[in-house]
């Protein structure tokens, strides 16, 4: 899998309107779009999320309208919120993606990816649960974020952890359909092979993306001082260098996402449109917000 994407919105410097511009470019692009097919098609097109859309075409009403009917689109195909957890289960076992028991100092939802615990050879099935996982972890952000911080471990990573139509694929998704969801990606002591990639990478990500990237060594005391305020430190996962000595543990994670499951099974059978769109939004009203449930976890 591919754990780094482009926001792209040519990197060019963001624009900053008023509240009162922002709606009135939310409106100019809600009158581009189709009659929602479905209640979840009409949730997740909220106000807020539109502003995203926006944000990553740089205010550009046309960019951001054909890259949102993109993403409707493929959500009206996909169906990610349907996604169950017994669809997924296999792909969980390892703990190589699982939404962390504790939030950054800023409160956003830390979703932990583990390349290196990689257990199965299905690229269309690992996107799945990342879909799912994304999904999830987006259901349960508090009303004031709809960023989230992602806590990426090299430990065991090779290069045959990611394969490239598996990272075309996943870039794609998180690119187009996910836009301005990532508030911080943090790289757990990633080895020099990956180090020499991002290299190569960096220069095709914009200047806003490539600020939330942050390597981090476990052995540099610099670095760890940016683990130290970002989050809890007594609740920070001791792998990660907090003083947490609970790890991931796959039965009690999966009673929890089965609960998640049932959450956005009522919501899509019996709640308005306004709870629907509680789930994609991340927040209610036109401004640029930075995210209770979490892994279960045993010492």
């Given at each position: ?7 792209s ?20 692009v ?43 689109k ?37 979703l ?8 199965t050879?299905?690229?269309?099935e ?43 694929e ?5 690119q ?11 790289l ?14 960096k ?40 003083r ?8 009690s ?7 998640d ?23 209610d ?15």
């Open positions: 899998m591919s754990f780094l994407w482009k926001s919105n040519g990197g060019t410097t963001e624009k900053t309107l008023t509240l009162e511009e922002q709606q009135e470019k939310i409106n100019e809600r009158k581009q779009l189709e009659e929602p097919s479905s209640l979840a098609i009409q949730g997740f097109l909220s106000d807020a999320s539109i502003l995203r859309f926006l944000r990553a075409r740089n205010w550009n009403v046309q960019k951001s309208s054909k890259m949102l009917k993109s993403a409707v493929w959500r009206a195909a996909y169906k990610p919120e349907m996604i169950s957890w017994e669809e997924i289960a296999h792909e969980a076992e390892t703990g190589k993606i699982y939404r962390a028991d504790y939030k950054d100092t800023l409160g956003r939802t830390v932990v990816l583990r390349p290196g615990l990689e257990n050879t299905s690229g269309k690992q996107i799945k649960y990342l879909v799912y996982s994304l999904e999830k972890a987006i259901m349960n952000l508090t009303d004031d974020q709809e960023k989230m911080v992602w806590m990426i471990d090299f430990q065991g990573w090779t290069m045959g952890s990611t394969p490239l139509k598996v990272t075309r996943t870039v794609s998704v998180l187009d359909c996910y836009p301005e969801r990532l508030g911080l990606a943090i757990y002591n990633p080895p020099r092979l990956f180090e020499s990639f991002y290299k190569i990478v220069p095709f990500l914009d200047h806003e993306t490539s600020k939330k990237v942050k390597f981090v060594y476990s052995n540099d005391k610099e670095s760890q001082k940016i683990m130290a305020e970002v989050f809890d430190m007594d609740k920070l996962d001791s792998a990660f260098g907090g947490n000595l609970a790890t991931f543990e796959y039965s994670y999966a009673e929890q996402m089965k609960e499951d049932k959450k956005m099974q009522s919501n899509d059978a019996g709640s308005d449109a306004s709870s629907e769109a509680s789930f994609y939004s991340g927040t009203s036109p401004k640029h917000g930075d995210g209770e449930h979490g892994a279960t976890k045993k010492t």
